[in-house]
């Protein structure tokens, strides 16, 4: 038996190996786009701001003594994405589960996963960091192994600022049974741990000394806008001093994304980040009390602009252009002379990520309906325990771009979609013990959304 077990585990890791191969190799030395290309210049000199996650930046300038350029992300990446899916598949197989070990390790052959993982992006890595707690918590090996788990879900909570809304479910079930027995108990865990979460990268930006960068605004002016665009009343600050704001901002605002706000336009929005910086006094106009007044006082524009957003972030409604691709193919120019060799395997994978995009089986919404299915029709279940947390992950990190999203790129949603999947595939296996009509219910509501998909892309 022990050799059965022994041969299991090797096949599963020749697999995993074979697959990040196959992505080193069609996407090497890894693709760059613009937000990678500045991270990287940070790094190399050790300036350092927040504009994107200082802990990333500090991990790529210690790679850069071992290997320069992007091959060492890229190879981290993928070690994380495809060693967290090996955990989850090889625990499945000690515990006698071959069909679910192999189930577990092809979510990771997704073709968005398998496309973007060749890209150096906080998103994959962050997945990465997420898939390898999951493995952790699913491995149940005592204290050291939930340490080790909870060390990464702090860790993934650098890498993105609304990240702690996908690492809650599972710090929490890695927890003793005793912190969350009971709604009280449930509810106080629950914000202790938010708190912890939330200070993470708080905690590490400070410890790297990287310098504030306003980053916080792109949120803030993104959601003024769209209050002032649905309400038809400003409310922006007044040092702006623009005669016409409601008039301006209408040229300005875009449902979709906030960077026609940013200061890399042409022309800049004079409601945007570079006249907030020049204008606006920051002891006289706090953003973030400034925001909350304009949300309280609108609280219905607030709701349609939000709304509308996140309808077009997870693809319930069409993207209202599509300039920038679902899944980039090209290095943006950068000073290093980084590219990918266009390549049988990249341009097979890019087909595949491109038409998975453009169909409800890429749609973020879709997943976020699976997850909530899969979820309750997990209860009771003898996965439930590994289940639940990770269908509630992907829920409640793909439900938080409601609030937390000044964009609607597909990378966002990497971890929606793969914790989706791995929740299904542990569902599944349980099949035997969940009736007929409980096991449609789980796909009912993915079902609904992706026919409300399909059916606002019609009518467009």
């Not at 390898?132 to 491995?139: K, N, R, W």
């Not at 069409?318 to 193919?329: A, C, G, K, M």
Request: net charge neutral; with cysteine.
């Amino acid at each position: 038996m022990r050799n059965d077990i022994r041969r299991g585990y090797l096949l599963l890791s020749f697999a995993a190996v074979a697959a990040a191969t196959l992505t080193a190799s069609a996407y090497w030395p890894g693709l760059m786009t613009w937000d990678p290309v500045r991270q990287y210049g940070e790094a190399l000199s050790g300036d350092i701001d927040d504009w994107h996650p200082p802990a990333m930046q500090w991990v790529w300038r210690q790679l850069i003594s071992i290997q320069s350029g992007p091959p060492s992300m890229l190879l981290m990446q993928l070690a994380l994405y495809w060693g967290g899916l090996l955990l989850l598949a090889s625990t499945a197989w000690q515990r006698r589960r071959s069909a679910l070990a192999w189930a577990l390790l092809a979510c990771g052959l997704w073709p968005l996963g398998l496309a973007l993982t060749g890209m150096i992006l906080k998103d994959s890595l962050m997945t990465g960091t997420l898939l390898v707690a999951s493995g952790l918590l699913a491995c149940g090996g005592g204290v050291p192994s939930r340490v080790l788990a909870g060390a990464m879900l702090i860790v993934a909570a650098t890498l993105r600022f609304n990240a702690f809304t996908a690492c809650l479910p599972l710090s929490i079930a890695l927890l003793p049974r005793w912190w969350w027995s009971s709604w009280p108990r449930l509810l106080g865990t629950s914000l202790i741990a938010t708190a912890a979460l939330l200070a993470a990268m708080p905690v590490a930006n400070r410890l790297i000394g990287a310098k504030p960068s306003g980053v916080e605004l792109s949120l803030i002016i993104f959601d003024l806008g769209g209050i002032t665009e649905h309400a038809g009343v400003s409310v922006f600050p007044e040092d702006l001093d623009v005669a016409t704001p409601v008039r301006v901002n209408h040229r300005c605002y875009q449902p979709n994304k906030w960077d026609s706000y940013s200061d890399w336009v042409d022309p800049e929005c004079p409601l945007g980040f570079t006249a907030w910086n020049d204008s606006v006094d920051p002891l006289q106009v706090r953003p973030y009390p400034f925001w909350a007044r304009a949300v309280l006082a609108h609280p219905v524009a607030y709701a349609e602009h939000r709304l509308h957003h996140f309808a077009i972030n997870t693809r319930l409604l069409p993207l209202p252009d599509e300039i920038e691709r679902p899944v980039p193919n090209q290095a943006a120019p950068n000073p290093w002379g980084f590219h990918v060799t266009p390549n049988p395997s990249m341009h097979a994978l890019d087909a595949l990520a491109m038409a998975t995009a453009h169909t409800p089986l890429g749609w973020p919404i879709v997943f976020m309906g699976l997850a909530l299915g899969v979820y309750i029709a997990s209860w009771g279940l003898p996965n439930a325990r590994l289940i639940s947390p990770i269908a509630l992950s992907s829920l409640f990190y793909g439900g938080g771009y409601l609030v937390f999203s000044v964009a609607a790129e597909l990378r966002y949603h990497l971890w929606t979609e793969l914790a989706a999947l791995i929740a299904t595939a542990l569902l599944l296996d349980d099949v035997k013990g969940i009736s007929r009509s409980r096991l449609l219910c789980a796909f009912v509501p993915a079902g609904f959304l992706a026919m409300a998909g399909v059916i606002t892309r019609a009518l467009a």
